[in-house]
């Protein structure tokens, strides 16, 4: 039922991120080093039983590391020239230090290309508490969130996102497929206060959402996938 090697290179890749070594993760799995070398090399069969408490080691959701296509996904996204420049020229024209495209569904956010220059520490691939974001909520009204300073925003103000990440200025464009349909969001995040919440700047999001649509239409007719099967 499940792909052995790519789940292999799902298990490596977490731990990598994690910057967790091969003896921690066999240790806390009770087996040896060389037993778990394995593992990650695809060379023995793995249960979804130990994939699971694998998961929990690495701290990631099970369908993470099953799904096969995650991260041929995230490698599509980023195989479009454009993405990176357009992602520098985000924080460039906000001065802002961080920022993302991310793909977020009903039960998870995932960062799928990331220009990070604040120490922010999120690497493709990686998830955030879908809960805990704004995109959540854009997600559901489908509408774009601009914060020139928390601290001065009576409608975030008491927001606990901002908190929990430590950011004052935000911003974050819904991202919509050609037919319709909500694929995720371009967002960009700083600890610092910045002027975005002008017509220009939401305009210009705006263009680049569509850009990252289009993008996403043509590699998804070339047969590329850019949603992971479980997500």
């Known amino acids: 039922m499940y792909n052995n090697a790519a789940?292999?290179?799902?298990?490596?890749?977490a731990r990598l991120e994690r910057n967790y070594s091969q003896d921690y993760v066999a240790g806390r799995l009770s087996i040896s080093q060389n037993a778990y070398s394995k593992i990650e090399l695809g060379q023995t069969k793995i249960t979804v039983e130990r994939v699971?408490?694998?998961?929990d080691?690495?701290?990631?959701?099970?369908?993470?590391?099953?799904?096969?296509?995650?991260?041929?996904?995230?490698e599509a996204i980023n195989s479009i020239p454009i993405i990176p420049k357009l992602l520098e020229v985000v924080c460039h024209i906000t001065g802002m230090g961080f920022t993302a495209i991310?793909?977020?569904?009903?039960d998870k956010w995932i960062a799928y290309?990331?220009?990070d220059e604040i120490n922010f520490g999120l690497l493709p691939?990686?998830?955030?508490?879908?809960?805990?974001?704004?995109?959540?909520?854009?997600?559901?009204?489908?509408?774009?969130?601009v914060i020139d300073e928390v601290a001065e925003d009576a409608l975030y103000m008491h927001h606990p996102t901002p908190a929990i990440y430590g950011f004052q200025s935000y911003i974050s464009m819904p991202i919509f497929r050609q037919d319709g349909s909500f694929f995720g969001t371009?967002?960009?995040?700083?600890p610092r206060p910045a002027k975005v919440n002008t017509p220009e700047m939401i305009m210009t999001f705006k263009l680049f959402a569509e850009l990252i649509s289009f993008h996403l239409s043509s590699i998804e007719k070339a047969g590329i996938k850019t949603t992971p099967t479980l997500a």
């Open 57 to 74: 080691i690495l701290e990631v959701g099970l369908a993470r590391l099953i799904d096969v296509n995650f991260w041929s996904a995230i």
């Open 125 to 145: 691939g990686n998830e955030l508490k879908l809960e805990t974001t704004i995109c959540y909520e854009i997600m559901e009204h489908r509408k774009v969130v």
């Open 7 to 13: 789940i292999a290179a799902n298990i490596k890749n």
């Open 102 to 106: 991310a793909r977020v569904t009903k």
């Open 52 to 55: 699971g408490a694998i998961a």
């Open 113 to 115: 290309s990331v220009l």
């Open 186 to 190: 371009l967002c960009a995040i700083d």
